[in-house]
């Protein structure tokens, strides 16, 4: 239940607020997940104010603010259509009026389709804490570590490389259903390849970071080879998951030298 | 507490809000009824708002976050066009096209979609199809398959554009004139006996079909009229149940039993009782202890009666524990966590097919449980179905093949995006007034006297707009929870279920494990049928009887067999419906029929692939046709005595010649190089078929009442017991009654439906109300059209230089009654003349109707899909739905009704499922979960009517399907055959 509603304007103020010992206090950005009903009294900081809403073209990388929603991520010019999937499948128009992206990572569970891409992209987040410098960190180094990591801190930006390529696919079933397995693959000009599969758990889970692609199938499969819950089996999801990898390799063939298609 | 200012449609309003109070909240506190409840996720979007002009969820918003921002709601957009002395611009163009399309069923998403349908023309005023299901794909609207919605964006943008649009289309094709069947004239009556040795008696009249040209010269019945509740729901008008502002209104919330099977052995609720806010909290100790069916259907009802408004026992995870009433939600729920409550946990039974396994606990073992028919409950058997038609083992014995299979079929929600809503309160006089969001008023009137212990006569049950229901209201689901409290604390109390509450609290499809077993000849000649359905009623037996009657009753009757078998069917049905300990199951749209057409229609391909034969020659050769018996139509009837029916109309071979030309069916089926994807050599395409026949109402049981009054104006009161749940009943209703009166629908002023006001109905179920109510509205309109005809004679005999004109001579039209000579008088001076002027009367009638007979509609359902064959993954492209629901009364309505229907089948089949843990908890509890299809990934959906009527009748036909499932009535009239008993 929230107790207290605060809109800083400056963020010195909202890391205050989060930095309080009591009422334990949490930033809202959207909504979507923190305004659900719940026993526990907590407060919240609405970092609408604080001019985290722009998207900004730093050459190699994306600047996307915290508060950026889903649809104003959409909505930017040349976004990777394996993101632009992932969000539309996600969420609806309604509700990506109001979801921010790095409240959608924070939120991100297994069988959330941007936490696999994202996860995927390995972005940088840069983060602020009570009278410390900023901190840039992968989202891959905190993710499974959320809980722990996001109190107090106040997320400011999400640096989404550029020079990468990337293809998402899934199976659900409706097209705009949750995946029961969904898999991307993001892949830089090294060759570097991250898979991510998704569809299953609490989180994304990376199948694969390695020079080249090779071996990518073979890693998804054994990624998910205890997959298994009422929603699909985990032989099914294993199988599938090698199909979508491959598929999403399939889509970036060419697209970069020595991208190790095997 | 905060203090806010909130700028809402322009206007500021200041606020005294909570931190934690959503904007939704606040805007209802604020009167803006237009926002309404669908979920507490904002996946509904019934409570769409513009914040800042984008579409936001506005239970997802704290009032403090929308402070300093621009609010927009319906209540802005557009009013009724005619306000008396003032000028109004109207509606808005997009209401006004949400209007004339048929966008609007139920009415309850409206409001949301139009907003978000301006947001989307503001910003991209040229929007192609697919950004405007993009722009609704935050709606989720069960009733319409977003066919009509969207197209009424495309013509409201185009109008803003300023351009033409077309009138709206008129759905029904026009095919060329066929005949089908037996000749028409009358041949030797069929003869029976019935279970006592009695010869009952079925004149076999077969009148010639054909596909409605011109049927007749209809003014009203027959045109795409707009509904008559359309403009005021577009508006977003406090129209439902929970749209109400009582003064010391309490709120309530039930404390639901977190085991599935568990002995309650200590309560105490003192803490809760003691907290400030706190109304009332009762326990299985409070209140009496009645056992009672929640299953809104006529009396006697049949099936057991094993409820209890409040027990010592819980029988699934979700039962009631305790009621509490309190200020405010927020101090209710509370309250629900200060009960203290011990359990006794017993092993609870969650697989039916453990349920009767000796040595299986029981679940109901009170001694006050109450059996109907076959129910056991000492072997959780809530009903037993054993019927053999003809001899099976003798046709099995004549097969050259037997087939035969297991099917499964998954337990499914409603998901009306209204929830069970019930709002209570003592009035003047002392007597209980219940406002609820139900199917059957009447029927809730009847069940809850005896449950409060308060005479009949003391309760009014008023059903005010319903937002969906699809069955799950054909329940007195809440009405109870309300109304114990009213009567505790004296206060009205407002109960509305959560989504959560809708998943594991309400009523659901029963699932069913179905065994198949057909004997065949090599020319596909069928010569037996078995079915053999396990049938999961959950923790209560509610429709346990009749749903799963049903299930054999409608499916395994479409296919007699051909040859000698056609005269004499073999057909065995076989049904035990247990108890288990899982949330009850109950009615659903189809009623227990889709569950038998799954299996069934899966299994007729199977057989034909296995002959070798053409699976549509196969099941059309086999399939009943026009003046065959109903082979079930002597065997059972939903608990009540059996009566034989004759198939009058029959349009099944139309709706697949139909059906197949609009899907270009011989140029794809087992077409190799139309199944192949160019370029994706892990897609396929393939193309499928399911022939349907359903029913009509519950012979000799259903029963519809209506009255019309006349006003000093011309128009009339038509006030109906029937339930307009978001179907357009009133509407068609309406139509017939303008029809017969010869004036427009817009001076039919309809009222549905108050049980101290508007004449009996049994509610809204069983395919009944176009059929069964819109015969009591024709009756009532003959006798007021008589009485008109009489009244003009009066009139035109007063002037002695004409000759005397016969009454009836007289015609009823364009709101006036013309006499053969030319002479007309008008409507309203025949009201003036009978109210004010001369013999001074009301004309007036009431009607009713009950039929004996369940004219069943066919239907032949198309289904294009892309299968990943390397994933599973299936992509339905496509539906076409061919039905022959006899007249169609309103085309609109209709075929709206139809592809909500095709909408929800197609999540049966793809996406919906309700699955429990071991523990018997719900995996499904929202509509993340439990996906619904939205806007955005909807297959193409076409419909197709094949009208059949008997040429004989006037304003009558047959009812139209719902089982993949529109409900399309034609208007009823007398009986349709002679019933004799010798």
């Known amino acids: 239940m929230i107790v207290e509603y605060h809109r800083p304007s400056t963020r ?34 609405d970092i609408q104010n604080l001019d985290l809403d722009e998207i900004a073209d730093r050459g190699k990388t994306l600047a996307v603010g915290a508060a950026v929603t889903l649809q104003g991520l959409l909505d930017y010019p040349d976004l990777p259509s394996a993101l632009v ?9 309604n509700r990506r009026q109001v979801a921010t992206a790095a409240g959608s990572l924070m939120a991100a569970d297994g069988r959330s389709p941007i936490g696999v891409v994202f996860y995927a992209l390995d972005p940088i987040l840069i983060s602020e804490q009570d009278g410390q410098d900023p901190v840039q960190e992968h989202l891959g180094d905190i993710l499974g570590l959320r809980g722990e990591w996001l109190p107090g801190k106040l997320i400011t930006e999400i640096l989404i490389p550029r020079n990468v390529q990337l293809a998402y696919e899934y199976v659900a079933r409706t097209p705009a259903d949750q995946p029961l397995v969904c898999a991307a693959a993001a892949q830089w000009a090294s060759g570097r390849t991250r898979v991510i599969l998704g569809g299953h758990g609490k989180l994304p889970v990376l199948a694969l970071d390695g020079p080249t692609a090779d071996g990518a199938e073979a890693a998804a499969a054994d990624a998910y080879r205890e997959a298994g819950d009422q929603w699909g089996s985990a032989e099914y999801r294993s199988d599938a998951a090698a199909v979508l990898v491959r598929r999403c390799l399939e889509k970036m063939d060419g697209l970069s030298e020595g991208n190790g298609k095997s | 507490m905060m203090d806010l200012e909130l700028l809402i449609n322009d206007e500021k309003y200041q606020v005294r809000a909570a931190p934690g109070e959503s904007l939704f909240q606040a805007l209802r506190k604020l009167g803006f009824w237009g926002v309404k409840f669908g979920d507490e996720h904002g996946l509904t979007g019934s409570d769409t708002v513009l914040l800042d002009g984008k579409p936001v969820n506005s239970i997802l918003l704290l009032a403090a976050q929308a402070e300093g921002r621009r609010i927009e709601t319906i209540e802005q957009m557009g009013e009724h066009p005619q306000q008396g002395w003032k000028e109004s611009p109207g509606l808005h163009i997009l209401q006004q096209e949400f209007v004339k399309t048929g966008a609007i069923q139920c009415g309850y998403c409206t409001p949301a979609m139009v907003l978000a349908a301006r947001e989307l023309i503001e910003r991209e005023p040229d929007p192609s ?24 964006v495309l013509r409201a943008a185009a109008r803003l554009r300023g351009e033409d649009v077309q009138p709206i289309e008129d759905p029904i094709k026009a095919p060329v004139e066929w005949t089908e069947g037996p000749p028409a004239e009358p041949s030797a009556p069929w003869q029976f006996k019935d279970a006592e040795g009695n010869t009952l008696t079925a004149e076999k009249v077969v009148s010639k079909l054909k596909v409605t040209t011109e049927p007749e010269a209809w003014q009203q019945v027959g045109k795409p009229k707009e509904k008559v509740d359309a403009v005021k729901l577009v508006q977003g008008k406090p129209a439902f149940a929970a749209d109400i502002d009582k003064r010391d209104m309490l709120y309530a919330k039930v404390l639901h039993s977190p085991h599935a099977h568990a002995r309650i052995t200590r309560i105490d609720a003192e803490k809760a009782r003691a907290m400030p806010g706190v109304a009332a909290v009762l326990t299985y100790q409070d209140v009496p202890r009645v056992p009672y069916s929640t299953a809104g259907q006529s009396d006697p009802i049949p099936g057991p ?195 959560e509450e809708e998943f594991y609290a309400s009523r659901s499809r029963h699932p069913m494990r179905i065994r198949l077993k057909t004997g065949v000849k090599r020319d596909g000649t069928i010569t037996a049928n078995e079915m053999y359905a396990l049938s999961d009623t959950g923790a209560n037996g509610a429709h346990a009887l009749t749903v799963t009657g049903n299930t054999g009753h409608k499916s395994m009757a479409l296919y007699v067999g051909d040859g000698p078998y056609r005269e004499s069917p073999n057909i065995r049905f076989y049904a035990d419906i247990v108890y288990t300990n899982t949330p009850p199951s109950g009615a659903y749209r189809g009623y227990g029929v889709p569950q038998g057409y799954w299996p069934v229609e899966r299994h007729m391909e199977k057989i034909a692939h296995q002959l070798g034969l053409d699976p549509l020659e196969f099941r059309l050769k086999n399939a009943l046709r026009a003046g065959e018996l109903h082979p079930f139509s002597m065997a059972w009837s939903e608990g009540r005595e059996p009566s034989p029916e004759i198939i009058q109309t029959n349009g099944l071979v139309e709706c697949v010649r139909q059906g197949k030309e609009a899907v270009s069916w011989d140029q794809k089926y087992g077409n190799p190089d139309w199944q192949v994807v160019p370029d994706k050599p892990h897609l396929r395409r393939g193309i499928g078929v399911a022939l349907v026949m359903q029913g009509t109402a519950i012979p000799y049981l259903d029963m519809g009442g209506a009255s019309l009054k006349l006003n000093d104006d011309g128009s009339f009161n038509l006030l109906v017991g029937a339930t307009d749940l978001g179907t357009g009943s009133d509407t068609v209703l309406g139509q017939m009654a303008a029809e017969i009166l010869g004036v427009p ?161 197609l999540g049966y089949a793809v996406s919906e499922e309700m699955v429990y843990d071991q523990r018997g908890w719900a995996r499904e509890v929202d509509f993340r979960d439990y996906h619904i299809f939205r806007s955005d990934e909807m297959p193409e959906l076409e419909t197709i009517f094949i009208e059949t009527f008997r040429t004989l009748a006037s304003l009558r036909g047959k009812s139209g399907g719902r089982n993949t499932h529109g409900r399309c009535r034609s208007c009823g009239g007398k009986r349709c055959f002679p019933r004799q008993r010798c």
Not at chain 1, 15 to 43: C, D, H, I, M, Y
Not at chain 2, 406 to 423: L, S
Request: glycine share 6%; net charge negative.
């Open chain 2, 745 to 905: 629908l817009e001076d039919i002023i309809v009222y549905s439906s108050d049980t101290d006001f508007t004449p009996f109905d049994k509610g809204a179920y069983a395919s009944s109300t176009t059929y069964i109510s819109g015969a009591a509205v024709v009756d009532a309109a003959t006798k007021v059209a008589d009485r008109l005809r009489e009244r003009a004679q009066m009139i035109f005999n007063e002037n002695e230089e004409y000759d005397p004109v016969q009454a009836l001579d007289i015609e009823l039209s364009n709101r006036c009654a013309l006499a053969p000579d030319g002479r007309d008088v008008s409507i309203e001076q025949i009201a003036l003349h009978s109210l004010h002027h001369a013999d001074q009367e009301q004309i007036m009638a009431v009607g009713s109707f009950m039929s004996p007979v369940s004219p069943p509609p066919f239907g032949a359902q198309f289904a294009e899909v892309t299968v990943d064959v390397e994933t599973g993954q299936v992509v339905v492209d496509r539906l076409v739905m061919a039905v022959d629901g006899g007249v169609i009364v309103n085309p609109v309505t209709a075929s709206g009704q139809i592809e909500g229907g095709m909408t929800q089948a």
């Open chain 1, 85 to 93: 999937k992932s969000i539309r499948q996600q969420e609806s128009y």
């Open chain 2, 129 to 152: 199809e697919e950004q405007v299901r993009d722009a609704l794909s935050g709606v989720l609207c069960r009733c319409t398959g977003y066919k009509k919605p969207v197209e009424a």
């Open chain 2, 305 to 499: 009666l094993d409820c209890y408004s409040l027990d010592d026992k819980v029988r699934f995870v979700g039962d009631r524990v305790a009621f509490v009433a309190a200020e405010t939600e927020e101090i209710a729920e509370q309250a629900v966590r200060a009960i203290e409550v011990e359990y006794d946990v017993l092993e609870p039974v969650l697989d039916l097919r453990g349920a009767m396994k000796p040595g299986a606990p029981v679940i109901h073992d009170q001694e006050d449980y109450v059996n109907f028919d076959e129910s056991d409950p000492s072997r959780n058997l809530a009903a037993e179905i054993r019927i053999d038609i003809g001899d099976p083992e003798q046709g099995f014995a004549e097969a050259d093949e037997i087939i035969e299979a297991e099917y499964v079929v998954p337990k499914v929600q409603q998901a009306h995006i209204e929830p069970h809503v019930v709002v209570t309160y003592w009035d003047e006089d002392d007597r209980l007034v219940i406002r609820t969001s139900t199917q059957v008023p009447f029927h809730v009137r009847r069940m809850i006297a005896p449950v409060l212990d308060l005479p009949l006569k003391r309760i009014r049950v008023i059903k005010p707009r319903i937002g969906g229901g699809f069955g799950g209201k054909q329940e007195m689901l809440i009405d109870d929870v309300a109304a114990h409290l009213t009567l505790a604390t004296g206060r009205p109390v407002q109960y509305v279920f959560t989504r």
């Open chain 1, 12 to 45: 010195e103020e909202a890391l205050a607020l989060l930095n309080r010992p009591q009422p334990r206090t949490v930033v809202l950005g959207g909504g979507l997940e923190v305004n659900r009903k719940t026993r526990e009294q907590f407060a919240v900081v």
